[in-house]
């Protein structure tokens, strides 16, 4: 079983950045996609980003392309996203997660092995 801890979050104006990481322990996920995941105040958990294993093809919500970007380090078990031109409808905790199986997808229902999740506040 892998264990996924998410860190970087904290609270920044509109317009600021922030860098997101997600170490995982325990099994080595090399192979497999990476999620972010996100889920704001009264809302249900929404699909933020994701890479493949090798090369890294990446997929992104709409409302982030082109603000954010995803990346990973495979010798540091390490999952990267880099969030810039921060909204306030940005705000959410902020989730990683290992993609099950092969292949790459956007529905949290191919994901597993959340973490706990890091706070992401952003003010007007």
């Known amino acids: 079983q892998v264990q996924l801890v998410e860190s970087g979050g904290g609270l920044v104006q509109a317009g600021g950045s922030l860098r997101l990481s997600c170490a995982a322990s325990?099994?080595?996920?090399?192979?497999?996609?990476m999620g972010w995941f996100r889920r704001a105040p009264g809302q249900e958990r929404e699909f933020v980003a994701a890479i493949s294993w090798i090369p890294g093809y990446t997929i992104y919500a709409d409302s982030v392309k082109g603000r954010f970007t995803i990346s990973r380090d495979n010798a540091k078990n390490t999952v990267y996203l880099q969030m810039n031109s921060l909204k306030p409808e940005d705000t959410a905790v902020y989730y990683c997660a290992v993609h099950q199986g092969p292949g790459i997808h956007k529905n949290q229902n191919y994901f597993g092995s959340w973490g706990q999740g890091t706070q992401v506040t952003v003010s007007s």
């Open positions: 325990g099994r080595t996920f090399s192979t497999n996609a």
